[in-house]
C-alpha cells in the first residue's frame, strides 16, 4: 500500500515536499517513482529514483527544482519541488515498480498510491 501526502495550495515560487510512505512488500526492492496527471491530460512522469537511491531520474520540464529521494529504513519516498509553477498543478501519485531497472512509462510501475494534490497558484 503506498499513501501519498504533502500536497496543498502554494504559490508560484514557493516549494512543497511530498512523501510516499509505502507498507507491505519490500520496499528496498522497488524502484519508486513519482507521476502527475493535470485535468484532462495524460499521466506524465516526473521523475523516479533506484533502489538504493543513488540516482534519480526526470522528466524534462523539471529542469532542476525537483529532488526525489529515498529513505529505505522508513520505507518512504520523497519529491522535493522548489520554484513551483501553476503549470505544476496537478494530482501527484506515488508509484513501485518491482524491478530493478528505471523506467519512465506509468504502464511499468505496478503499485499507485492515491494521490495528493498540488494547486500553484500565480
Known amino acids: 500500500q503506498l499513501q501519498a501526502s504533502g500536497g496543498g495550495l502554494v504559490q508560484a515560487g514557493d516549494s512543497l515536499r511530498l512523501s510516499c510512505a509505502v507498507s507491505?512488500?519490500?520496499?528496498?526492492?522497488?524502484?519508486m517513482g513519482w507521476f502527475r496527471q493535470a485535468p484532462g491530460k495524460e499521466r506524465e512522469f516526473v521523475s523516479s529514483?533506484?533502489?538504493?537511491?543513488?540516482?534519480?531520474y526526470y522528466g524534462d520540464f523539471v529542469k532542476g527544482r525537483f529532488t526525489i529521494s529515498r529513505d529505505n529504513a522508513k520505507n518512504t519516498v520523497y519529491l522535493q519541488m522548489n520554484s513551483l509553477k501553476p503549470e505544476d498543478t496537478a494530482v501527484y501519485y506515488c508509484?513501485?515498480?518491482?524491478?530493478?531497472?528505471?523506467?519512465?512509462?506509468?504502464?511499468?510501475?505496478?503499485?499507485w498510491g492515491q494521490g495528493t494534490q498540488v494547486t500553484v497558484s500565480s
Open positions: 508509484a513501485a515498480r518491482d524491478n530493478p531497472y528505471h523506467d519512465s512509462r506509468s504502464s511499468k510501475y505496478d503499485y
Open positions: 507491505g512488500g519490500t520496499f528496498s526492492s522497488y524502484v
Open positions: 529514483i533506484t533502489r538504493s537511491g543513488g540516482l534519480g
